[in-house]
């Protein structure tokens, strides 16, 4: 990876803006309007959070937010919901659930992990086991 002199938006996560700069994926608040990340104080500002790696950044992005359920996909009759930083893969056989239950995300058929793919990875396992939920 290429260390930018100058900051590069290079997308959008969540309320967040994501700026490439100096080997490091910035995560600006979009509520903040445009920052000068050039300058060192703004780098510093504790409302921002940075990671070398973009996949790291948006987790922790997910991690700081609080924000409803989100249905972000289907897989192999399970949906993904992205909820309170995890990824919750929900067997569609159970209906409608409601994920800001305690209870319903300690359901014994939802699963629940940290990264997308290796929710789907479990969800896999599950789908090719004959549909044995294994912890």
Same mark, same amino acid.
């Given at each position: ?6 900051? $590069? ?6 309320? !967040?803006?994501?700026?490439?700069? +100096? ?15 050039? #300058?060192?104080?703004?780098? %510093? ?6 990671? @070398?790696?973009?996949? #790291? ?8 937010? %609080?924000?409803?359920? #989100?249905?972000?996909?289907? &897989?192999?009759? !399970?949906?993904?919901?992205? &909820?309170?930083?995890?990824? !919750? ?12 239950? $305690?209870?319903?995300?300690? +359901?014994? @058929?939802?699963?629940? @992990? @940290?990264?997308?793919? $290796?929710? #789907? ?15």
């Amino acid at each position: 990876m290429a260390i930018l002199l100058q900051p $590069e938006l290079v997308g959008s996560y969540k309320g !967040y803006s994501i700026v490439d700069y +100096h080997g490091l994926f910035y995560g600006v608040p979009q509520s903040l309007g445009p920052v000068d990340l050039t #300058e060192k104080k703004n780098r %510093s500002r504790q409302e921002f959070l940075a990671e @070398e790696d973009r996949t #790291e950044l948006e987790k922790r992005i997910r991690k700081t937010i %609080s924000s409803p359920p #989100e249905l972000v996909g289907t &897989y192999k009759g !399970y949906g993904i919901v992205d &909820y309170n930083g995890l990824f !919750y893969g929900v067997p569609q056989s159970l209906g409608p659930v409601d994920l800001t239950k $305690e209870k319903n995300r300690n +359901h014994k @058929e939802v699963l629940a @992990e @940290e990264d997308r793919t $290796e929710l #789907e990875k479990r969800i896999r396992k599950v789908f090719l086991s004959g549909f044995q939920v294994s912890t």
